[in-house]
């Protein structure tokens, strides 16, 4: 493999493993969080960080498909833009929820972080069904955050 070629992966390693280590932070399980009543479906606090982690690899192999296969240089600048506003939605999610502590909030900037995902897969997908099809478990389980973001909101609300 060139040079050329390894640079995409290392960037999109790079800003996948960046996106999560700040998510990580921002996400802060305190008194807070555990005084919160969640729905008897959520899922155990342990797999969060398991799905997640699995999410951000296939985050960063579509971007990566999604580069080598881009027909155009605008297109990987687009593409690479789509992800980058993906990744800041992703954390303000995170900020509001968690640092904010206003998950009601946050249920209205989940619906553009959905969107993006959907932009994303729309996008990516006319020139790489692969950087497209890594993206659907990601919609999934921010479809799944989204049925229970509301759920915590319309079991605790109202916030602030």
Do not use: H
Request: charged share 10%; glycine share 8%; aromatic share 16%.
């Amino acid at each position: 493999m060139t040079r050329a070629g390894l640079f995409p992966i290392l960037i999109a390693g790079t800003l996948a493993i960046v996106t999560a280590i700040v998510g990580s932070t921002i996400t802060v399980l305190d008194s807070w969080y555990y005084s919160l009543q969640q729905p008897d479906w959520a899922p155990p606090d342990y797999m969060f960080g398991v799905i997640w982690t699995a999410i951000f690899a296939m985050i960063a192999v579509s971007g990566v498909l999604a580069w080598e296969k881009a027909p155009t240089r605008r297109d990987t600048e687009i593409s690479l833009g789509l992800f980058a506003l993906n990744g800041f939605l992703n954390l303000g999610w995170s900020f509001i929820f968690f640092r904010m502590e206003r998950p009601d909030i946050a249920l209205y900037e989940l619906v553009a972080l959905w969107v993006s995902i959907i932009v994303l897969i729309v996008f990516c997908g006319r020139f790489s069904k692969w950087s497209a099809l890594l993206l659907v478990p990601y919609l999934v389980w921010v479809t799944t955050a989204g049925i229970l973001n509301y759920q915590v909101v319309q079991l605790n609300g109202p916030f602030g």
